[in-house]
């Protein structure tokens, strides 16, 4: 399985990102993966944005719900972020992951990574 992210490296603030993750190895279908975005800011720890699950359902990370939308094109075998009204502090390295564990019940088992792609924003 690998997963690749891809975006468009430098934004200005207020600005729209949109992020694809392309998986191969295996469909975004398959039964009990949840395929999640996650970022590292700098001087920060890893922080989770969310997913979308195997059957199309997403939950978003509290803090970041309100701009974030995680969508997927199955035909592409893609998973998408998008994250309204950026501002330099949403600055990072983001990541997407594959879940195996039972997020439903609280345990989590990212088991594959992308290389993770960097996002600036800067005016």
């Known amino acids: 399985v690998q997963l690749q992210e891809s975006g468009p490296g430098l934004m200005k603030p207020s600005q729209i990102l949109s992020l694809t993750c392309a998986v191969s190895g295996m469909s975004i279908t398959n039964k009990y993966h949840y395929w999640n975005w996650i970022r590292q800011s700098p001087g920060k720890g890893l922080q989770w944005i969310g997913y979308?699950?195997?059957?199309?359902?997403?939950i978003y990370s509290p803090a970041l719900t309100s701009r974030t939308t995680i969508s997927w094109d199955t035909s592409k075998n893609q998973i998408t972020l998008q994250l309204s009204s950026v501002t330099p502090e949403d600055t990072g390295v983001y990541y997407c992951?594959?879940?195996?564990?039972?997020?439903?019940?609280?345990?989590?088992?990212?088991?594959?990574w992308g290389q993770g792609t960097q996002v600036t924003v800067s005016s």
């Open positions: 979308i699950a195997y059957n199309g359902g997403t």
């Open positions: 992951a594959r879940d195996v564990g039972t997020p439903g019940a609280g345990t989590t088992e990212f088991d594959y």
